[in-house]
Nanobody, 116 residues
């Protein structure tokens, strides 16, 4: 059974920080590049960052220098440290493998709200 359990979201003021976690099924985590995605209201889901099996990382231009993705292979967990958050980054954040396919399970995600 596929599991993608994201947590760590919440309400934060602009300029604040959050650390997201996502526990994934070992069947997905152990063989895939893992990524964080987000979907803001009325917008399409976008990729925020990803990390390969060997620890290579890549970030969307909009988050470079502020977000850091990491993974704990022993725990099948991927993390996203988010600093200097902006109101426009309010969204539901999801983790999943890369690439994704139509019909893939996404889990419930975790809500991040950046507001004063």
């Amino acid at each position: 059974q596929v599991q993608l359990v994201a947590s760590g979201g919440g309400l934060v003021q602009p300029g604040g920080s959050l650390r997201l976690s996502c526990a994934a099924s070992r069947s997905i985590f152990s063989v895939n590049t893992m990524g964080w995605y987000r979907q803001a209201p009325g917008k399409q889901r976008e990729m925020v960052a990803y990390i390969t099996l060997t620890g290579g990382t890549n970030y969307a231009d909009s988050v470079k220098g502020r977000f850091t993705i990491s993974r704990d292979n022993a725990k099948s967990t991927v993390y996203l440290q988010m600093n200097t958050l902006k109101p426009e980054e309010t969204a539901i954040y999801y983790c999943n493998k890369l690439p994704t396919n139509w019909g893939d399970y996404w889990g419930q995600g975790t809500q991040v709200t950046v507001s004063s």
